[in-house]
């Protein structure tokens, strides 16, 4: 939230601000055994931006009707579109990071930029390439609506100078939906006269989940050049082989055994943060000892959800009793 020194909430901003920029530099990464993904052509860059602004001399704005200091919102979606064209990097966190020191170099009245952007997913296809085999197009892309990337930041002057410093960051994988379709229980649960729920020993389970994460240097997700940039594809492909290899007791421990796997891959985070909401099937024929087969339909509501944050002395503790 951005806040006056008073304490005083004070921003104003645009929201959807849609910037398909093309040819990006591409993004390489290191590989990790869970996934494929090592970088990515970027020839769709493409982002849904919301940028919010404050600063003390904009209280007039707000109290007196003074808009002598008040930048336009619709300016402010020209300056982040050209600022896009201009932008030489490769990742979400750098985009975010150059549009707003441009714009905290343009308007010096400006104190803090609290801004996030949603990466707006086109997935390669394949063509046929003239000889029997298949390419990925360089030129046709599939929008996707399944799971996305994203990040948010918070920026503020600091010292003499007014530099744009990163106080505070955020990236994320939202909207993953995962069925894994054997091998999760829930059992040994609370059971008193409020209990209706049957205990389960092979169930559906059917996740939605958000998960982010925050760098100990955020400067290693704004440069890719650094090489400690960490992909939400690999944050995904982690996520698909923990809830593939283990056998899960709950919801809880899942998300707890991806967020140790995040942390050992990515000595390069702080922290990580979980959102999960439980979608399980509903049974409506169960399979048997000899028959597989099963009949589920969609659960009804009201959902649970979990939410859990993991941090690397988490993982050093794991590690020193294990
Ligand atoms: O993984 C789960 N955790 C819970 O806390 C819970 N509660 C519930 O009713 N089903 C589940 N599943």
């Not at 493409?46 to 200091?69: C, I, M, P, R, Y």
């Not at 995962?178 to 169930?203: A, M, Q």
């Not at 996520?239 to 000595?267: A, C, D, M, W």
Request: proline content about 4%; some cysteine; aromatic content about 12%.
């Amino acid at each position: 939230m951005l806040k006056l020194r008073s304490g005083r909430t004070l921003y104003y901003g645009k929201g959807d601000v849609l910037t398909y920029r093309t040819y990006a530099a591409p993004l390489s990464v290191k590989p990790i055994p869970e996934s494929a993904f090592t970088g990515d052509t970027n020839v769709i860059f493409a982002h849904n931006l919301t940028f919010a602004v404050s600063g003390e001399t904009l209280l007039t704005s707000f109290s007196k009707g003074d808009n002598t200091q008040v930048v336009a919102t619709d300016s402010m979606k020209n300056f982040i579109l050209r600022q896009t064209a201009d932008f030489e990097g490769s990742t979400t966190e750098g985009l975010l990071a150059f549009i707003s020191k441009q714009f905290l170099s343009r308007y010096p009245h400006i104190d803090a930029i609290e801004l996030s952007a949603d990466r707006i997913p086109f997935h390669t296809l394949e063509v046929a390439d003239g000889s029997d085999g298949l390419v990925d197009s360089s030129l046709v892309y599939r929008r996707s609506h399944n799971d996305h990337a994203s990040a948010s930041m918070k920026l503020v002057r600091d010292g003499e100078e007014g530099a744009a410093v990163i106080v505070e960051h955020e990236c994320a994988i939202t909207d993953l939906q995962l069925i894994k379709v054997s091998g999760s229980s829930f059992f040994g649960f609370v059971r008193d006269e409020y209990t209706t729920l049957p205990e389960s020993y092979d169930r559906p389970l059917f996740i939605f989940l958000n998960i982010y994460w925050t760098y100990a240097d955020i400067e290693h997700a704004v440069d890719a050049g650094s090489g400690q940039y960490v992909a939400a594809e690999h944050i995904r492909d982690i996520t698909h082989n923990v809830f593939h290899e283990y056998k899960t007791p709950s919801i809880q421990f899942l998300i707890y055994q991806v967020g140790l796997r995040i942390l050992t891959r990515f000595p390069q985070l702080a922290e990580v943060r979980f959102e999960s909401n439980n979608r399980t099937w509903e049974t409506v024929v169960d399979h048997t000892e000899e028959d597989a087969a099963a009949v589920y339909t969609e659960p009804r509501p009201p959902f649970g959800f979990q939410g859990f944050t993991l941090t690397r002395e988490d993982l050093e503790n794991e590690e020193a009793s294990s």
